[in-house]
């Protein structure tokens, strides 16, 4: 039982890494290197790198477990975290007396954003605040059909107002900031944005409240695109080291098809996923390179914990990806966008760099979530394993997790991301195929027979 409690409070450890680097060095003193793994409630227990190494098979990680004396340690300097006195039997890891509320809380700004499409739009590379308030009630609405009945309705009123009044007085300030070659296409969307709005008015007037939804949707898919419009070109340079990878410059769409196995209630799902090369264009591009190739067409779900899904570990010893041209590993590094940055930076985790206020461009706050796993102590050693988080949980809170800025995400699954929750280790994914954005995909080195 004590070591069961103990681990329970270890995640204060694996944030004292996070936002008090100054202990790492100790404590990774104090625990052996393959044993340093952080409770999750509920789901047991897990590494940093989600897969300490993406290589490493399942069962030696089930070998690799916490000992009554790790786990006793954690619980004394979890003790000496939360008290800020000294931890228990090791006076070298006294926490020093200054407050530390203010350096958790610089973490937490505001309501997280867990739809993964305001998520895309919130990354596009444009400055536009008179989309932007029509986007913002927009999505609003969401929030306040969650009051029961038709009382909800009186605020969703009020946000469509918002935003038709928002579209009336800045659409010639939306229509200036979209590209000059995209003018005719961004105006055609606005024109359908102004008239939806006037229909959603109308379902509200009536209230038809099952109709709100539906349509909210469409006109947001509508701001989206006048979004989309408004980038001109890539927006920077990649660096010279990367510049012949597969690059994906902005964003392609895709449908992942899964056979599901022993689940009466379900036996396939199609996913459909949005990947951002805008801010992950290394990351995305080497992605959409393998879907080309069909590296994931029949390869089995490899780990569904109730944490993540992962995929992407070849059968035989190969680690990751294999290139034929080369008959070496293909690997990338690590690449993370911050809010602000004008480009990614490469091959260092945000906590590496010391940036541990800096909030990334592609957080990870929603459902379905992609990312790609690594070597937890090898920042570029990510090739072809690939995740998706299911659920938010102590270690993963919106906007103050311990994943953002550790791994490269570059995408998230936009439709059915509640059914990846059901998917199972041996669930099959039958093929992965690029719905649009293929021609965005630069230098690819995929061959297709025929």
């Keep these: 039982m004590a070591a069961l409690l103990s681990c329970h409070y270890f995640p204060f450890i694996a944030a004292s890494e996070r936002i008090f680097p100054s202990i790492a060095k100790t404590r990774r003193n104090c625990l052996d290197d393959h044993q340093r793994f952080v409770w999750i409630p509920r789901f047991g227990t897990h590494s940093f790198s989600v897969k300490p ?37 090791c006076p070298a890891l006294a926490f020093p007396s200054s407050p530390v509320l203010p350096e958790v809380s610089v973490l937490i700004s505001g309501p997280p954003i867990k739809d993964p499409e305001a998520l895309l739009r919130y990354a596009l590379p444009i400055d536009n605040k008179a989309i932007r308030e029509v986007q913002k009630p927009l999505e609003d609405v969401t929030d306040s059909l969650k009051v029961a009945g038709v009382k909800a309705l009186d605020s969703v009123e009020r946000n469509v107002r918002q935003a038709y009044r928002a579209l009336k007085l800045g659409k010639d300030l939306i229509l200036s900031g979209v590209a000059e070659s995209k003018k005719e296409h961004g105006k055609e969307l606005l024109d359908k944005l102004e008239v939806g709005m006037e229909e959603l008015q109308q379902i509200v007037e009536v209230k038809n409240r099952d109709a709100v939804a539906p349509k909210q949707k469409e006109l947001l898919q ?38 599901v196995k022993d689940n009466p209630n379900l036996d396939e799902c199609v996913f459909r996923m949005v990947l951002d090369g805008y801010n992950a264009p290394v990351t995305a591009g080497n992605f959409v390179d393998l879907v080309e190739r069909h590296f994931y067409d029949g390869m089995e779900i490899q780990r569904a914990d109730g944490f993540v899904v992962q995929t992407g570990d070849p059968e035989g010893p190969a680690e990751g990806f294999i290139d034929p041209s080369t008959e070496k590993p293909r690997t990338i590094p690590l690449e993370i966008m911050v809010d602000g940055d004008k480009a990614p930076v490469y091959g260092e985790t945000l906590e590496e760099l010391g940036r541990y206020k800096a909030q990334t461009k592609l957080p990870f706050n929603a459902i379905g979530t992609m990312a790609m796993a690594r070597d937890e102590f090898e920042d ?23 994943l953002d800025g550790r791994y490269a995400v570059f995408g998230y699954v936009t439709e059915n991301e509640d059914y990846l929750a059901e998917l199972k280790v041996g669930d ?17 080195s995929y061959q297709i027979a025929g």
């Design 53 to 89: 190494s993406p290589f490493w098979p399942d069962h030696e990680q089930k070998r690799r477990s916490f000992s009554l004396r790790e786990c006793a340690f954690s619980m004394a300097l979890a003790f000496g975290l939360v008290t800020s006195l000294p931890a228990l039997g």
């Design 222 to 259: 509508y701001v989206g695109g006048v979004e989309e419009d408004m980038v001109d070109g890539f927006p920077y340079e990649v660096p010279e080291e990367y510049r012949n990878m597969p690059l994906l410059k902005g964003r392609a769409t895709m449908d992942m098809k899964v056979k």
């Design 380 to 402: 570029n050693s990510a090739s072809s394993l690939v995740f998706w988080l299911l659920r938010e949980s102590e270690l993963t809170p919106s906007n103050a997790n311990l």
């Design 428 to 444: 099959v994914i039958e093929s992965i195929q690029v719905v649009s954005g293929l021609d965005n995909l630069v230098n690819p």
